[in-house]
């Protein structure tokens, strides 16, 4: 009896010496499976493709390239890279470069700083007219034109150039009448005449008359038939209706002026930029028919209203054109200065992978091991991006070299295969 109770012991002892063995075997496969290194065979062009052995690419028939990679991450990883589950701070892919593709590799690294940027909008612009600087050479009193001094649209006229001769019956009514009220108040210094000469004269002036006209018309005791009217402004003939038979009722214009001397500058932001631009920010000019010269205005006008067409954001300046060298049409190029709000998490732009669906960075994590994040970015300058999220002060990032990484990461399947 004691016999066979010895006989059982040693029975169930060889029963769990034997799982306890299997079960170390079975950890050991799963360890070597973990360490193994896979080979495969993928075209450069096509990395979907992915072949046991080499050859030619099914697509476009270049040789395949082989590639090995080593999957030494623990089974935890290993288990949570199969079911996706990742936190929002994880990897998107995580590269290590064997030596034989370090000593190829000489990556410049950038720390993750914060800094001021400052902004240059380039704008291109076009010269307009003045709207503010319109005017008009009116008829002040009905009459039919004799005379045009001014030959064509175009020509510049200043203040107090003759413009037309006009026959009024009204006009030469009322020089007549200055006349009889300034012979009257010579010959009599009285109050009644005085105030009839000056309502004479002010009636002259009103209706466009010069005094050393109405002056010479004393002097030689008569009022001509033709009276000329002399320009009340400076400007280019934009609209010429005076013409020589041509009867004109009060109010209607003989020209219409553009005046120069000021000159608008209209210029378009695109809508990346639009929300940076405001009133009073300086902006610098030049011309392309005036090279070497600068010119500098300043931001009077911003449009309420994208353009839904072009997508941009028309702003305006006002600068002065004394010389009247700046002419309405000429093109502009113009730059706008805009210093960033705050202090910004920034990277190079040269760090910066676009794949169209993602920004991508790689981070150093060692000598040859890398890692692919994902970011946010905001405004760009003076080669630096701005970083909405997705860093932290300090990170290394890859600077010179990205690219071979995102070769090699796309050879590895992109960077869709850690997301959800």
Known sequence: ?????????????????????????????????????????????????????????????????????????????????????????????KIKLQKSQLKHFKPEYFPVTLKTLNKKIRLLGTVLQSEEKESKIPARISGRVEKVYVKSTGSMIKKGD???????????????????????????????????????????????????????????????????????????????????????????????????????????????????????????????????????????????????????????TTIKNASGKIKPGMVADGTLNVTLAGRSLVIPRSALIDTGKRKVVWIKINDSTFRAKEIEIGQEAEGYIEVKSGLSVGDDVVMEGSFLLDAQAQLFGGYHEFND
């Open 162 to 316: 003759p413009v037309v001769d006009i026959y009024s019956p009204k006009l030469i009514t009322a020089g007549e009448e200055y006349l009889i009220a300034k012979k009257s108040y010579q010959k009599k210094k009285s109050t009644e005449y005085k105030e009839m000469l000056e309502q004479s004269m002010e009636r002259l002036s009103l209706w466009g008359i010069r005094r050393f006209q109405y002056q010479s018309w004393f002097k030689k005791e008569n009022v001509p038939r033709s009276i000329t009217i002399y320009s009340s402004a400076n400007g280019i003939v934009r609209k010429r209706n005076a013409i020589v038979g041509k009867y004109f009722k009060e109010g209607q214009n003989f020209f219409e002026l553009s005046d120069l001397s000021d000159v608008w500058v209209e210029m378009d932001v695109y809508e990346q930029d639009a929300a940076l631009v405001s009133i009073g920010q300086s902006v610098k000019l030049q011309f392309t028919a005036m090279p070497g010269e600068f010119i500098t205005g300043e931001v009077d006008f911003v449009a309420p209203v994208l353009d839904s067409k072009s997508r941009t954001l028309k702003i305006r």
């Open 1 to 93: 009896m004691k016999r066979l109770n010895r006989l059982l012991v040693l029975l169930v002892l060889l029963i769990i010496s034997y799982s306890c063995f299997e079960k170390r075997e079975v950890n050991k496969k799963r360890t070597e499976f973990i360490n193994e290194i896979e080979v495969y065979y993928t075209c450069s062009m096509h990395p979907r493709v992915k072949e046991n052995e080499n050859g030619k690419c099914p697509i476009c028939h270049m040789n395949l390239t082989k590639v090995e990679i080593k999957n030494n991450y623990s089974s935890n990883v290993a288990s949570s890279f199969a079911k996706k589950k990742l936190s929002a701070e994880s990897i998107i892919r």
